[in-house]
């Protein structure tokens, strides 16, 4: 297995009720995390896992910045970074 340079932290478990949608409260909490995986950790990388059948989390994910992992199809992983 490959091992990348890269240092990198994971998040998970990120869930905001749905009453709360549009405040940008995930974003927040995703901004939080990056800066606590770069101050605290010296992290270059914040990766998050999402179920591989969730293509609206996906999607969620992506305008936010966040990418596939390169190499991997989306049917097999739902990893993102």
């Known amino acids: ?10 998040v998970r478990r990120v869930i905001v009720s749905r009453r709360y949608v549009g405040l940008g409260l995930g974003a927040a909490l995703l901004d939080w995390a990056g800066d606590v995986a770069r101050r605290r950790h ?5 990766r998050i ?31 993102l970074r």
């Open 1 to 10: 297995m490959h091992k990348r340079p890269e240092t990198a932290l994971y």
């Open 42 to 46: 010296r992290a270059v990388l914040l």
């Open 49 to 79: 896992d999402v179920w591989t059948t969730n293509t609206a989390l996906h999607a969620y994910y992506e305008k936010r910045g966040f990418t596939r992992q390169r190499g991997r199809d989306p049917r097999e992983t739902g990893a």
